[in-house]
């Protein structure tokens, strides 16, 4: 019998594109959009990162492939399968380059030339060389390893906190000792860290007293990492000077938050590394591939 596999990401035409990409690279499966199968036929499913609780509507699930490279919300309540998150290039050249992006702009003072432009204020100000400005890298794994090396590579003087220390041509450290050097040492920090209990709010006011005064903060990773009032209380007291942020604890950002209109805020609507189903296909199909065959999937959480 063809294993079955039920598409569930995010809206009806993500989901369509998803089974369009998925149905080409998986003969012998059976690809549908998961609304139009019986709950009980779903073996497989692919999914976007929704509450772990909306899969225990499948009895017979074996195995869920992710869309995303934060799995945070299936795992919180997951459906005791195994869950493999999206590991691919194609999403690990879209966050390095992100990432490249925002901490260029705040090495080259894009925020604060954008707040002049407002004020009609011709004034230039001389950039260190990127040998001379130290940024912070909190995780060092699929998406942080690759950015830090990015940034190593264009001269940035890097530290990266990670589980566990390791030698090479990026100091990485690790505990609460290395993270409060991380801290210290990050004129800019970037945050690439998975959310999880011991993560969750790891970015408070404690952690941005330890940061260098007039230090700037680029979050990629999850919102729930970052205390969002101990960041407003940071920026407006001059403590750190711009916050590039694609993450927020809620999604869309509700139009009431004061991080949409803060001077010292650059937001981004969570498009760091968006699932392109044409570029991210090839990893999921080989995924599920891999776990027919009983081979360990990439990226098992
Ligand atoms: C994520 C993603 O995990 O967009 O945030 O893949």
Redesign the pocket.
Known sequence: MAPIVGVDVETGRTTRRWVDELEPRLPGFSVAPAAELDPGGVEIAVVG?PPGETLHRYPNLRFVQST???VDALVADPPGVPIAR?VSPA?TEAMTEFVLMAVLMLHRGAPEYRRRQSARDWEPSLAPPATGRKVGVLGFGSLGAPAARALAGMGFDVLAWARRERGGSIPVVAGNEGLARVLAHAEILVNLLPLTADTVRILDAAAFDRMPAGAALVNVARGGHVVEDDLVAALDAGDLSDAILDVFVHEPLPPSSPLWGHPRVTAFP?VA???DPARLADAAADNIRRFVRNESPVGLI
């Open positions: 990162n995303w490279a934060g999206m999403l969570h590394a968006l699932s």
